[in-house]
């Protein structure tokens, strides 16, 4: 079957670094995508990967291990209003995009 | 810049009652989507559109049906609500380039009693 793994709820502060893993297992893989989505509205996109290695938008970055099955997602510099859900989602070898359930989190001042 | 527009934007239904949720893009794009969004769960696909007049069955398909007449509009029906088919609906649609992400209405929350 077809999975992607990330955490359920992250803490962190205001100003500071948070990491949020995706890992996944897939039948094929073409690209790997994260959304934000904040409560009660729809997901936002925010980066892309298919090559492995580093894509820097930013405050946001965007890491991809294909064989490994990993990516993060680095967000720096928190500020309260990203204070969201943030989604890893990959494109199978159908070109469908198979979604995790999202991590929560939650910035303190 | 209306993006992806969803009608309604609310809905509460009783069981074995119809509906039809209204999708409309304004960016000519060719894919349109339709999810569902579960407490806990990632988003799944229902149905899918690769351009007008065409559609295809996604992870959750039973119990909706979808039509794509206008290459801007994507109808999803529920004949006979059942509440496990309370959900947030959400639209999405997409270019169908590589890098090209799918982009999201605001969603529609359905409750079935």
């Known amino acids: 079957g077809q999975n992607i793994d990330q955490p359920t709820e992250m803490t962190a502060t205001e100003g500071a670094i948070v990491q949020i893993n995706c890992t996944y297992q897939?039948?094929?893989?073409?690209?790997l995508f994260w959304y934000q989505q904040h409560a009660g509205e729809a997901p936002t996109f925010l980066s892309y990967n298919v090559l492995d290695g580093l894509e820097e938008k930013g405050r946001f970055s965007s890491f991809l291990s294909r064989s490994k099955g990993y990516s993060y997602l680095l967000l720096k510099e928190l500020q309260m209003k990203d204070s969201a859900s943030y989604l890893c989602a990959v494109r199978d070898s159908n070109y469908q995009l198979i979604w995790g359930a999202g991590t929560k989190l939650i910035i303190k001042p | 810049n209306a993006g992806v527009t969803q009608t309604p934007k609310f809905r509460v239904l009783k069981t074995g009652q119809s509906m039809t949720l209204l999708c409309a893009q304004d960016?000519?794009?060719?894919?349109m989507y339709w999810y569902r969004q579960d407490p806990g769960m990632g988003l799944r696909l229902i149905h899918y559109?690769?351009?007008?007049?065409?559609?295809a069955k996604g992870e959750v398909p039973d119990g909706y049906n979808v039509s794509r007449l206008k290459k801007q509009n994507f109808l999803l029906g529920l004949e006979s609500a059942a509440p496990s088919q309370t959900s947030v609906y959400f639209c999405?649609?997409?270019?169908?380039?590589?890098?090209?992400?799918?982009?999201f209405g605001d969603g529609t929350r359905l409750s079935i009693l």
């Open positions: 559109s690769v351009g007008e007049g065409t559609t």
């Open positions: 999405a649609s997409s270019s169908g380039g590589d890098v090209q992400p799918q982009h």
């Open positions: 897939t039948s094929g893989f073409n690209g």
């Open positions: 960016m000519n794009h060719e894919y």
